[in-house]
């Protein structure tokens, strides 16, 4: 049974700082790993997918990496700006099904 | 462009009353539908998902039942609502490729006192 966890659950930085959110799953035989913008009271926004073959994916300041056989995906930010503070989410699609499964996700606040 | 729709925004209900939240598509068709419930504090957890009209997969057991009367259409209900069902509703869709990401609704949140 799949599971993700995201380390650590909150996070407070000032701006203009770089950091890093962890995501790790337990059944490496996933389709994509997601990750996902909450902000508070809203759905879900779609940051960036990474597929099964690839090993990362970028878009502006953001970068994700996957390495399945270590079970980790990481979510990259570059200078942070309080813009960015939300609760960041990633989820696994395992093979063989159309489920996602999320990980409890990491607040993050980056202070002006 | 595809959207998606989630009413009401807001939902008040007591004890033992019954409950339809409704999801739409639009701007695709045969999408992959999914309810998810997130309550407080915790993560996203799968409750249905459907691959077709009048296809559901239930992933946990509950009161909650889902339905897909239509292609871009997908109901969450409940008969009798209890406390624990507290939470955020939030709907989404997802092209029937592997490798395609999910889109997810604004979300319905629902209080039962």
């Known amino acids: 049974k799949q599971e993700v966890t995201q380390i650590p659950a909150a996070l407070s930085v000032p701006e203009g700082e770089n950091l890093v959110l962890n995501c790790s799953f337990t059944d490496s035989a996933i389709y994509n790993l997601q990750w996902f913008r909450q902000d508070p009271g809203k759905g879900l926004t779609s940051l960036l997918l990474?597929?099964?073959?690839?090993r990362e994916q970028t878009s502006g300041r953001l970068n994700a990496s996957l390495d399945k056989s270590s079970g980790r995906s990481t979510l990259y930010i570059a200078a942070s700006q309080p813009g960015d503070s939300a609760t960041y989410l990633c989820?696994?699609?395992?093979?063989?099904?159309?489920?996602?499964?999320f990980g409890t996700g990491t607040r993050l606040k980056v202070l002006a | 462009s595809q959207t998606i729709h989630q009413w009401p925004a807001t939902l008040v209900q007591p004890v033992g009353s019954p409950l339809s939240l409704e999801c739409t598509v639009e701007g695709t068709s045969n999408p992959n539908l999914y309810w998810y419930r997130q309550a407080a504090g915790r993560g996203l957890q799968l409750l249905f998902y459907s691959v077709g009209i009048g296809q559901i997969s239930s992933e946990v057991p509950q009161n909650l039942s889902a339905s897909r009367p239509q292609d871009r259409q997908f109901i969450l209900s409940s008969k009798k609502l209890l406390l624990s069902d507290s939470g955020f509703y939030l709907c989404?869709?997802?092209?029937?490729?592997?490798?395609?990401?999910?889109?997810f609704g604004p979300g319905t949140r629902l209080l039962v006192l």
């Open positions: 989404a869709w997802s092209v029937r490729r592997a490798e395609e990401t999910q889109y």
């Open positions: 990474i597929q099964s073959s690839q």
């Open positions: 989820a696994a699609r395992t093979s063989g099904t159309y489920k996602y499964i």
